[in-house]
């Protein structure tokens, strides 16, 4: 294994969940805090794993299909309307 995506990706379940705490937490289970270093080193492993073994909608950072919001709201133009129109 050649690089960190390949070997991350051979991470087990149980790997995976203790990853996941120490993210979740800011520290392993022993009490020790993570650096930024290690946080950012179990995020890249976490998604390894999940991009292998979890479906899209387990994948951290899930957010599923999106749609804005202020499609849908109707603003009504104050500025360039009749006197009847206005807010005021």
């Known amino acids: 294994m050649s690089n960190f995506a390949e070997i991350a990706s051979t991470i087990n379940a149980e790997v995976y969940e203790s990853f996941k705490l120490a993210v979740e937490i800011g520290k ?3 009490g ?3 650096t930024a270093e290690q946080k950012e080193l179990c995020l890249q492993a976490m998604i390894a794993y999940e991009l292998k ?3 899209e909608d387990q994948h951290t950072g899930y957010m599923g299909k999106q749609a804005c919001a202020s ?3 109707e603003v009504p133009n104050i ?3 009749s006197k009847s129109d206005t807010l005021h």
């Open 28 to 30: 392993w289970p022993d």
């Open 32 to 34: 020790r805090k993570l």
């Open 53 to 55: 073994h979890l479906p």
């Open 71 to 73: 499609k849908s709201i």
């Open 79 to 81: 500025l360039f309307s």
